[in-house]
């Protein structure tokens, strides 16, 4: 479970059932995963998937305010507005084992250290997103701030290391200044601007053939 606490800080847990009610949750057993201070009330991300390679994924905003006021999204030494893998089930007794193979791991990023569990930076606020069920892609919808709103698609299998630009773009654009240095940036797939509607939210991928 992600959750934001009384605080305003987000939670990440793990819960057990009730042992009467395979169908309840027991509030009691609550194991503290990955506590995370958040400095505001919104970009709070929230979602958790698990990937197709066992571990479990958790998108985090950048702390909230407005164009990054707390300046995480490029920051190394956070996990705010960061695509974080972690792995919570090979040894339940711990809060989670870091996977050998995270992008970080007896590595820096221009220099500086970067978290290890941390496997993508530059997010702004990463809601929703999911995992193609067909074919393992990761797809994520992540809130921009004014203009545009933008999805990011990373095929199964790349070893992680992204940057998905946030703060230095917001979809298509630089967000500060009409120039920026782009270099390395993973930018996104699609994009649309207010015009079109409000804040992005991440589905699933569809084969069908009804829509």
Not at 128 to 151: C, M, P, T
Request: hydrophobic fraction near 30%; aromatic fraction near 12%; proline fraction near 7%.
């Amino acid at each position: 479970v992600n959750y934001s606490d009384l605080n305003g800080n987000t939670a990440i847990s793990r819960f057990q059932v009730d042992p009467a009610d395979g169908d309840v949750a027991d509030p009691a057993s609550e194991f503290s995963v990955l506590p995370l201070e958040d400095p505001a009330g919104n970009h709070n991300g929230g979602m958790l998937a698990f990937g197709p390679d066992g571990y479990l994924w958790i998108g985090t905003g950048d702390g909230g305010g407005a164009g990054d006021t707390y300046g995480n999204g490029q920051n190394p030494a956070t996990l705010l507005g960061k695509m974080i893998r972690i792995d919570v089930t090979s040894d339940p007794s711990v809060p989670y084992v870091i996977p050998a193979d995270n992008p970080w791991v007896n590595a820096d990023w221009n220099g500086a250290d970067v978290r290890d569990e941390v496997w993508a930076v530059g997010l702004r606020n990463p809601w929703r997103y999911s995992f193609d069920r067909h074919a393992g892609d990761l797809w994520i919808a992540d809130v921009g701030q004014n203009v545009w709103e933008e999805v990011h698609y990373t095929v199964m299998g790349t070893q992680g290391g992204l940057n998905y630009g946030w703060p230095i773009m917001e979809g298509p654009d630089c967000y500060n200044g009409d120039t920026c240095d782009q270099t390395g940036l993973e930018l996104p797939v699609f994009e649309y601007g207010r015009s079109k509607g409000c804040s992005v939210t991440g589905g699933y991928v569809y084969r069908g053939s009804q829509y």
